[in-house]
């Protein structure tokens, strides 16, 4: 069975940085593509970012591009969300997913393409 496990959520004020951790267990980590979502309270769950299996590729959201920094340690099976520059429509529940294709081609913003959901990290951040 795989286990996400994130960590690193807060309390931050405006312009300050936080660095999420997701840590994976149960397949063979390496081998598939990671992304990172958002629910805010009242919204819908939305794409953040994503990294090829290979790290190679990186697709970002549009409203993290340049802020936001994903990374992966398939050594330790941990995926990374540096988050600089936070502003108080970043706060969200934070899922890590995992996808479910193996030696996936591309990064994937659809969370239907995702069958492994951590429990969520609260990001909060104060004006």
């Known amino acids: 069975q795989v286990q996400l496990v994130e960590s690193g959520g807060g309390l931050v004020q405006a312009g300050g940085s936080l660095r999420l951790s997701c840590a994976a267990s149960?397949?063979?980590?390496?081998?598939?593509?990671m992304g990172w979502f958002r629910q805010a309270p009242g919204k819908e769950r939305e794409f953040v970012v994503a990294i090829r299996w290979s790290g190679g590729s990186i697709s970002y959201a549009d409203s993290v591009k340049g802020r936001f920094t994903i990374s992966r340690d398939n050594a330790k099976n941990t995926v990374y969300l540096q988050m600089n520059s936070l502003k108080p429509e970043d706060t969200a529940l934070y899922y890590c997913a995992a996808d479910r294709l193996p030696y996936r081609r591309y990064t994937s913003r659809l969370s239907s393409d995702y069958d492994y959901w951590g429990q969520g990290t609260q990001v909060t951040v104060s004006s």
């Open positions: 149960g397949r063979t980590f390496s081998n598939y593509g």
